[in-house]
């Protein structure tokens, strides 16, 4: 009978010396499901994914890939996962095609046996088959990274921040095609520090400080945002922060992309707000009440956590 989850953990924990990475961490990734590990540098996600591709051991807890315990059937689990790690990995001075058939070497098959899977991909990267990887730019080298640890046909796929620093455009193809392997079946794990990507997920754990802050869909993450929520924006946005700050129906007040958000009070009066600051003598000033992004969200959960 098969599994109803892909992937198990339970009560994970991880130290370095005095640095917990890693704290109780738990939840499940269903079959056949797109998750999203969403945080910052630093808060944990590699080493989960370690643990989960079996390349080190945690303190305490289990988990489980595809039925099988991480610790007792890492040998059974490495036949049955593609991991794309966070830095590129592959041989620089091999060329797309010498990498692709040296992972396909190592499983046992060929570029032709599953060539089903990884042709919309490859196809991308095929006129550039004789180039070595190291030339490739770093949409190409993310593709070809993906076609590698999906030479296998794996039932799960691990993939650890895999769009840091590709341009946005190479960022969204990718999506599309992480999208497009789910329709085929497989089971995806993704780290990413990136919030917008977050919403292409079926679900996502928001994860701070080795802790998870979080664990809902998308959307269920954003509706449990309650508080009122502005952008602000004008000239001298440095000036307008520190102003806004001060107010007292201002609860807080954070750079936002091109504005601030403010999260304000019950009591908060925007058109008194924008009146007080152009008294101060800022201009221009645009204050809109917004929808609360995942950004904002996991902001609220770190001040509370």
Request: hydrophobic content about 40%; overall charge neutral; aromatic content about 8%.
């Amino acid at each position: 009978m098969m599994q109803q989850n892909a992937i198990e953990i339970n009560g994970i924990s991880k130290s370095y010396g005095t640095i917990k990475a890693l704290d109780s961490i738990t939840f499940n990734v269903g079959r056949g499901e797109v998750f999203g590990l969403i945080g910052p540098d630093g808060a944990g996600k590699s080493t989960l994914f370690r643990i989960l591709v079996t390349l080190i051991n945690s303190d305490s807890g289990s988990a489980k890939v595809d039925g099988l315990d991480v610790q007792k059937e890492y040998h059974s689990i490495r036949n049955k996962i593609g991991y794309m790690p966070g830095k590129f990995s592959l041989y620089p001075d091999l060329t797309v095609e010498e990498n692709v058939d040296f992972f396909a070497a190592l499983f046992h098959v060929t570029l032709e046996q599953n060539y089903d899977l990884i042709a919309p991909i490859y196809r991308q990267i095929e006129p550039f088959k004789k180039r070595k990887a190291g030339k490739l730019s770093g949409g190409m080298k993310q593709k070809l990274a993906l076609c590698c640890s999906l030479i296998h046909k794996p039932d799960v796929l691990f993939l650890d921040e895999p769009t840091t620093g590709v341009d946005a455009v190479s960022r969204s193809e990718f999506w599309d095609m992480l999208l497009e392997l789910q329709k085929k079946g497989l089971s995806i794990l993704v780290s990413t520090p990136y919030m917008d990507e977050a919403g292409r997920c079926n679900r996502i754990a928001l994860i701070n400080g080795g802790k998870i802050l979080d664990i809902n869909t998308p959307d269920g993450i954003t509706n449990n945002f309650k508080e009122p929520l502005y952008a602000i924006s004008g000239t001298n946005m440095y000036g307008i922060l520190a102003a806004a700050r001060k107010e007292k129906e201002v609860v807080e007040c954070y750079p936002f992309g091109a504005a601030h958000h403010i999260v304000a009070s019950e009591n908060f009066n925007p058109i008194i707000l924008k009146q007080t600051l152009e008294k101060q003598g800022f201009k221009n000033i645009e204050l809109n009440k917004t929808r609360a992004g995942i950004e904002d969200v996991f902001i609220k959960l770190m001040h509370t956590q």
